[in-house]
């Protein structure tokens, strides 16, 4: 860090040779490489390979994200007639926690067998929200091919939270998005004001270009409506997205109602416009100003628990089946490595 603290950083590999590496700085996903159809191990989230990189990031390239995940109207909230005042950063609003959000925050990592947990304490009154938060966030990739996130946190005082993950996924390695397809769980999106304030309704997605309860090319999105930045009201408790080109999957499931898709609409520097998505499972943003959303308020004495699966795989159609039988090893000398950093 600039003022000579370290960072840490951990590395998860399993048997089929995934590797995940965690960095201490926002609890960051800075990389993960699966294999392709051909066996071929390529990197498969947008990230930076120094610190420098990501403090200059503005688009939470592979952070956690709290206090709270999207955004919260006016900058406030009120808890038991009790008005907070919250830090204010886009617009008028709180954005993913505030100026200083848990993506900045240098967290405390420990390895325990296979698993790698992340642990932060956030004061009472940081970015404005009430009580001291204890938060932790365990990371365990399993041999299935699963890469696990359990989260836990309590408080000392009444507060709202809303965590996320906000890894950028681009399954071909390179390139732009355009030619993933994704499908979602869901039948409605919140429906949003021209800030992205969630109005509490909610739209159906049905005859919209949002609507991705089959699979669909996010280049239709892009195309349609300049990109995905839509909470999904989740129907099931999964996504998945596909890469025809490498044959990459990336199934997401979560125990969160929402799941937020972003498309990398704002992006400028290092990482070209539509060059990721966002695959965000979350309550709802804004949800303390809607009571009949699921509510995100928790008490002393509680303890908040969500988890967040990724698996992932390889679809192979007849052709390629029959075309891997013919080599004769998994792992050959036409693999070249890619970087997406």
Request: proline share 5%.
């Amino acid at each position: 860090m600039p003022d000579g603290r370290p960072v840490g950083a951990f590395r998860l590999t399993n048997v089929g040779g995934i590797t995940v590496r965690i960095l201490e700085l926002g609890g960051i996903i800075q990389s993960v490489r699966t294999p392709d159809r051909d066996g071929c191990l390529g990197e498969i989230v947008l990230g930076y390979g120094d610190v420098a990189g990501y403090l200059n990031d503005t688009a939470y390239t592979g952070a956690q994200i709290g206090r709270f995940a999207g955004r919260i109207d006016r900058g406030e909230i009120e808890i038991d007639g009790v008005t907070y005042p919250l830090s204010v950063n886009s617009g008028r609003t709180t954005l993913h926690g505030g100026a200083v959000g848990f993506d900045r925050a240098i967290w405390r990592g420990s390895i325990d067998g296979e698993r790698v947990t992340l642990r932060h304490t956030s004061p009472d009154g940081d970015q404005g929200f009430p009580g001291e938060l204890a938060i932790e966030v365990v990371f365990e990739l399993g041999d299935d091919d699963e890469l696990r996130l359990s989260y836990r946190a309590t408080t000392t005082r009444p507060t709202v939270i809303n965590f996320t993950g906000h890894a950028y996924w681009n399954l071909a390695g390179h390139g732009l998005v355009s030619e993933h397809t994704l499908t979602v769980e869901a039948d409605a999106v919140l429906e949003t004001n021209s800030n992205l304030i969630p109005t509490g309704g909610f739209s159906s997605v049905a005859g919209t270009p949002l609507d991705l309860r089959e699979p669909r090319r996010l280049g239709e999105a892009i195309e349609a409506m300049g990109g995905l930045d839509h909470t999904y009201v989740l129907a099931g408790n999964s996504a998945q997205l596909k890469d025809p080109v490498s044959g990459r999957t990336l199934r997401v499931r979560s125990d969160e109602p929402g799941l937020t898709v972003y498309t990398g609409n704002a992006f400028a520097g290092a990482h070209p416009r539509w060059s990721g998505v966002a695959l965000e499972p979350e309550h709802f943003p804004d949800s303390p100003h809607h009571a009949h959303f699921p509510s995100t308020v928790l008490r002393p004495g509680e303890e908040y628990r969500s988890s967040t699966i990724y698996r992932f795989g390889v679809a192979r159609d007849r052709a390629d089946q029959a075309r891997r039988l013919s080599c004769s090893t998994r792992i050959t000398s036409s693999c070249r490595t890619r970087s997406i950093r």
